[in-house]
Structure formats: C-alpha cells, structure tokens
C-alpha cells in the first residue's frame, strides 16, 4: 500500500516505536490519528507532528472507550487505511512462588491488555477498513501488531506476558485468511529488548549483559528499526499473515 495520502490510526504513538512509526508515515506523505492514554503526551506529539496529526484519549482495556477513540479518528480523517498497535505492558510473576501461586488477576490482566486489546482494535480497524474503496490491486487496508520474542521462547517470570504475545502470533494467519477476501493485510513485528520507555536509559553494562546472547547487533533495537520495518510492511502487498521477528538474532535464556 501507497503510504502517500492514506490515513494511519497509530496506538501507543505517544512514544517509542509507535512514535517512531508515526514520525515515518507522516514523512511519507500519510496522515496520523495518534490514540494513546489521556496521561501520556499525545497532545503535545500530535501538535508537534503538526496538522496531519490528531490525538485521541484511548484506554485499550476500556473496550467501549477505544472504540469511540478510534470513531473519533476516522471521523476526524475521513477513513482508516493503516493501523499499528504498540499498546501493552506486562507483570514478573512465576507460575508458582514462594508465598502461593502466581495470581489470577495479574494474568488476566495481562491477557485483558496485550490479546484482548490488541483483537479488540483489529477486529474494528478492519471493520472501518472494509468500507473503503479497493485500490488497484485489491487491498483496503493493513493492520499492524506488536508481538515479542518473549512469545517464542518467554523467560522466567514471563508467563502471563508470555502468554498474552504468544496469543498474538497465533492469531496473524488466521485473521489474514478471515479478513484476505477484504483485501486487508494483517501482520506483526516481534521486538527483542528495545530502547523505549524504562529501558530507554539503562546504563551501557546493563545493556550488554542483557543483549550478550544477540548475533549482531549486540545492543537493545531503536524505535526507528521498527518504524523503517512497520513502512516495509505497509508497502510489500505479500507479507500477510505472519509475525516477523526483529530481535538481531538474539534468543531469550530462561532468566
């Protein structure tokens, strides 16, 4: 798909990747819904993005809330043709600890967050995209997904987060084949350790310690490493139905 023109709807694009995404698809000639939480600085990104850009309060575990948030969006840019969904977080908790097993509430937390979240958004971005004209080979539309490495090989403590990215693998392929008569594509990058958020400013050691086990590079990826893959995707029409890994061939240990 042409990024020129089209109109992106961009979850967590207050920061990090997604802002990185975000940042690429305006400088190719797209226009950008940033939906992000009403604490975060989407206000201010979006201002900064200038008048291509909007901000819409969005909590992804509200699932009433977000789809109002992404209404107001395609409302406000007469459609929706690309969507990235970055949103997520996740809890350190093994399956059995020291005072009992691991909680219930924290996993379905954890899965209400990164896989209901995330289905809930696909399942209306595609709704919205369907409705748009086809272009000229077909396509409508391209959904975006944030999966982990963690949900291939989830180290200790991962299980609920493990779980919940995992749940996003598995439902690329199958969500491809339910939505290709649409012509709409869906795909996922699976990150290893990134440079965003808390991990943003670890000390340069630290990130040693934690990216040794990569091939090359060895050291945490960049938010613009996923944006210039997200535009890949956007613009190959033949990647569809599947996670791509984007860890510098980096495996997670069991701790």
Known sequence: MNVEGRVAVVVGGASGMARATAAAILARGGRVAILDLATSAGAEVARAF????TFHPCDVTDFAGTESALNDAVEAHGGLHI??????GGVAERTVKKDGPHALESFQQTIALNLVGTFNLNRLQAWHMSRNEADVEGERGVIIDTASIAGFEGQIGQVAYSASKAGIVGMMLTMARDLGSLGI?????APSLFATGLTAGIPPEREA???AGSAFPRRMGRPDEYAR??????EN???NGTTIRLDGGQRFAAR
């Open 50 to 53: 200038g008048n291509a850009t």
């Open 83 to 88: 969507a990235v969904n970055t949103a997520g």
């Open 185 to 189: 594509r869906v795909a996922a990058i």
């Open 209 to 211: 310690t934690l990216t």
């Open 229 to 234: 893959l997200a535009i890949g995707i956007i």
């Open 237 to 239: 029409p033949m990647i």
